[in-house]
């Protein structure tokens, strides 16, 4: 018997349809000898509007009541079922009261909240499931065995409690042949308070599942057809990528068109899990396998641009050999709540160069020029902006050959930042943004030689 974690996607969850669809790739799989085991996302927007719920968006929890109410008559679910939607739903809308009336949610609870877009799809996948006649039962991540720190909204789990505890609580059913459904996105503190795993948060449950019960795949069902070399608008001939090592996914996970959290595939790293990015809609096509570390024999996989960067450039000559300098301003962006998207410094120390999102350049560096330039610390601060990263991504640029075709392409063209990933299976490239589409085809073109398999 073949364990297989199936993880279907919120993107891919809009209508009672969905479900079925889920249900048939998971009866398909059992007729192939599989035990599957299903994670899964709350329904497309879900939890973008139990999040604005809280803020106070009104409306939004009639949406969330109407919405699953719907599917589940779509469904024509049993009597049993639609109760147990209903006791769900007025649980959300009595902690919803409370929170109104207290005008006030605590992380703890603003997780809890959330908690509810996954509890309801997978109490909707199970039952259909179960109406198909499979016998299944769903449960939440915390319950399977997911324990996590306290960190409300951005949980990390502890493996070395959570890979037994899932193996106490999974086995035992794919044994008796039930399909497990578990709420991607959710663990439980060890006090028994519910977390989530943070943005995206059901891929990493996926992986950490299927490593804890050394299952033989994990595959994410989604909207597009596997990885691509590229975004098929801007490089036409863009084409699903076969194989991606570990290395290679984890640069790619955040900025892909299908994005991960960034932490799905460590724990694939130590259990060798294999996992598939697959397209719902179309399971038979093509997709992408993520396994294994790079080779001798990899090359350049894919190609792709983020726009709307914008560069601070940090100067002065006060900066150099003055210890700190770098956490004083990585300091400022964090009290300014601005991300650092990508940083460098030459040797010389004259400069600090921050990249960061054009809408909080600016944020940004008036608080650089206000802090550092009255102490005497820098003396200029200026901002670039309408800039874009191109990013290139393979464990193939590691060969010399390969990031020189690369940088000869730079010919003729302003490059502001240069910068490697992980192991140099990537490379940044800070570029002019009316520049970066022809150069993302140009190196789509020239060095991504991903052929298939
Ligand atoms: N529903 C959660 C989110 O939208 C978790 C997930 O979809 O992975 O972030
Ligand atoms: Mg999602």
């Not at 300014?336 to 460098?344: E, H, T, Y």
């Not at 020239?446 to 298939?452: K, N, R």
Request: hydrophobic content about 40%; glycine content about 8%; aromatic content about 4%.
């Amino acid at each position: 018997m073949r364990a297989l974690v199936v993880k279907f996607g919120g993107s891919i969850l809009e209508g009672g349809y969905s479900f079925l669809g889920a249900a048939d790739i998971v009866l398909d799989l059992m007729e192939q000898e599989c035990a599957p085991i299903v994670v899964i996302s709350a329904m497309k927007g879900i939890t973008d509007k139990l999040r604005s719920v809280m803020e106070g968006t009104e409306g939004h929890l009639r949406q969330v009541f109407d919405l699953h109410r719907e599917v589940a008559s779509d469904l024509n679910l049993p009597k049993e079922a639609m109760r147990e939607i209903s006791d769900l739903l007025n649980e959300l809308s009595r902690t919803v009261w409370a929170v109104r009336m207290l005008k006030e949610a605590t992380p703890r609870v603003r997780d809890y909240v959330l908690s509810f877009g996954e509890r309801l799809s997978a109490l909707l996948m199970s039952h259909v499931l179960t109406s198909r006649g499979v016998r299944s039962t769903w449960m939440t991540g915390g319950d399977a065995g997911v324990i996590t720190t306290r960190d409300f909204g951005e949980a990390r789990p502890i493996t070395r409690r959570t890979y037994p505890r899932i193996r106490r609580k999974i086995r035992p059913l794919l044994l008796e042949g039930v399909v497990p459904v578990i709420t991607g996105f959710l663990g439980m503190t060890p006090e028994g308070d519910i977390t989530t795993l943070g943005r995206g948060g059901s891929d990493l449950s996926a992986t950490l599942i299927a490593s804890a019960l050394n299952a033989s795949e994990v595959r994410f069902y989604t909207d597009v057809e596997g990885v691509l070399t590229a975004n098929p608008e801007i490089v036409p001939n863009a084409r699903t990528i076969n194989r991606l090592s570990l290395e290679e996914a984890m640069e790619l996970s955040y900025l892909g068109a299908k994005r991960f959290h960034p932490s799905t595939f460590e724990p694939l790293i130590r259990s060798g899990v294999p996992a598939r990015i697959i397209s719902f809609h179309n399971p038979k096509g093509s997709s992408t396998l993520v396994k294994g570390t790079c080779d001798c024999q990899d090359k350049v996989k894919a190609v792709l641009a983020v726009s709307d960067l914008a560069l601070v450039e940090v100067r002065g000559t006060t900066m150099v050999g003055r210890i700190g300098t770098a956490a004083e301003i990585a300091s400022l962006a964090r009290d300014s709540g601005v991300n650092i998207c990508a940083i460098s410094q030459p040797v010389s120390e004259t400069v600090i160069d921050v990249v960061v999102r054009k809408d909080c350049s600016k944020r940004f560096s008036n608080l650089v020029e206000r802090r550092l330039k009255s102490k005497k610390v820098v003396s200029s601060v200026k901002v670039k902006e309408d800039l874009s990263a191109v990013v290139v991504v393979g464990c193939g640029l590691r060969s010399p050959h390969n990031f020189q075709k690369v940088l000869r392409l730079l010919k003729h063209m302003n490059v502001y930042l240069i910068s490697r990933g992980g192991e140099r299976v990537s490379l940044t490239l800070l570029v002019d943004s009316d520049r970066a589409v022809e150069l993302v085809r140009r190196i789509h073109d020239e060095v991504v030689v991903d052929g298939p398999a």
